[in-house]
């Protein structure tokens, strides 16, 4: 027996006006989607638990089994876990977005957040970008003083650690929330540490700001990756085993540091796919062909991430979430349950959480789940929609039974 688990990121969502009050799960045309539904048991489950941050690290520890009530510390030490980054004590994860504020002449603290990654920077440039700022004599020894430290990656996201960091009191807000806001309320605060890392994005903007790679960005049509954004901080971590607790081998597909970090952090292995992004154009056959040699190499289970719905959802881009979601079905579980015909396999599909059009910010209510199972035809009938999810069975914690629902160790 095969178990896949296919997570389609943020395509959960609320009636849109816009498509005539259906949702984009609802709107888009999923036909595979559908037809695995209509054969197998779809509920509703809740995988950010209240009082937590809604989003995909929380969702998604709780997706693979491991509480965030007793683990989550923060995004970014899951994230540095990806990238082989060792926290020791003392020491702090930051998230280090590439973010495009407003052009204009107003002050610093009065400019509008206008992208939380740059304008879908490439990775190329936004390491550029970093490495240039860290080294630049007007930031540079700031960044020392502080004990911080640069990780770059190939995308918007980079880590940053801070030794010694004191985060205790300190509000760092996720900037993909507060899209087109003014960003003088939104700015590190609540601990004296806020205000080295305040100073420290100030001093990005001003050093990034006229740099000749965003002139050429402006140039081009496209945002400037014109500050740093420090957010999801974190210390060390430490999460169930997942061989261990569920007895099963496997692999995650993704080309998110945070799903490649709780895998690692999980005992499962993490293939990195050429040309995955994270982006709405990025390799799906190829996480589907990785996918499938995780399956015939001896492993139990293998999960495949897709990050665009919530991508798109984030930048206000409502054809591109409904493409998302058509792709899912058609480029990765299309060709996914094509070359499993005949063979014996549970399959879980749902949205980590669901990401809103009408906020283009998280939302940590039910989401609808599916378990196919290629051995029975349950007759149910429906398709996969959050309406039709609310009609079967609604579990509260989706840490303590996804997984077991998926290896019938319910």
Not at 82 to 106: F, H, Q, S
């Amino acid at each position: 027996m095969k178990y896949i688990l296919v997570i389609g990121d943020g395509m959960a969502d609320n009636p849109v006006p816009e498509l005539g009050g259906k949702t984009p799960l609802q709107h888009a045309n999923t036909p595979v989607l559908d037809s695995l539904t209509a054969k197998g048991e779809l509920g509703s489950v809740r995988n950010c638990p209240e009082g937590l941050p809604p989003g995909s690290d929380t969702a998604i520890l709780s997706i693979f089994g491991s509480d965030p009530r007793r683990c989550y510390t923060g995004r970014a030490p899951l994230e540095a876990a990806a990238t082989g980054i060792k926290l020791v004590p003392g020491d702090v994860a930051y998230r280090c977005n590439m973010v495009a504020l407003e052009d204009g002449d107003m002050p610093f603290r009065e400019r509008k957040i206008l992208s939380h990654n740059a304008g879908s920077i490439d990775g190329e440039t936004s390491i550029a970008l970093v490495t240039y700022l860290f080294d630049h004599p007007d930031f540079k020894p700031y960044a020392e003083k502080a004990g911080m430290r640069v990780y770059p990656s190939p995308s918007f996201r980079h880590i940053a650690v801070q030794s010694a960091g004191q985060v205790e009191g300190i509000s760092l807000i996720p900037p993909h929330d507060h899209l087109g806001e003014v960003i003088g309320p939104l700015l590190p605060s609540g601990c004296p540490n806020a205000e080295v890392l305040l100073d420290l994005q100030e001093r990005a903007w001003r050093i990034l700001d006229h740099h000749p790679l965003n002139e050429a960005r402006r140039a081009a049509g496209q945002l400037p990756a014109n500050s740093i954004w420090f957010w999801a901080e974190g210390t060390a971590v430490a999460l169930s085993d997942f061989p261990g607790t569920f007895g099963k081998t496997g692999a995650v597909i993704s080309a998110v540091p945070l799903c490649q970090g709780i895998a690692a952090l999980s005992g499962l292995d993490y293939p990195i796919v050429e040309g995955a992004t994270g982006e709405l154009e990025t390799n799906y056959e190829g996480k589907v062909a990785a996918a499938l040699d995780v399956l015939r190499s001896g492993k139990d289970f293998v999960a495949i991430h897709v990050e665009a719905p919530d991508e798109c959802t984030h930048n206000g881009d409502l054809p591109g979430k409904l493409q998302a979601i058509e792709w899912l079905d058609s480029r990765v579980l299309a060709p996914l349950t094509e070359a499993l015909t005949g063979e014996d396999y549970r399959l879980l599909v749902l949205s980590d959480h669901k990401t809103l059009t009408s906020t283009r910010g998280h939302d940590g209510d039910y989401v609808p789940y599916l378990i196919y199972d290629s051995r029975t035809d349950t007759g149910l009938g429906l398709t996969y929609s959050e309406e039709n999810g609310l009609k079967g069975p609604i579990y509260e914690d989706g840490a303590s039974v996804l997984m077991r629902l998926l290896f019938e160790q319910m």
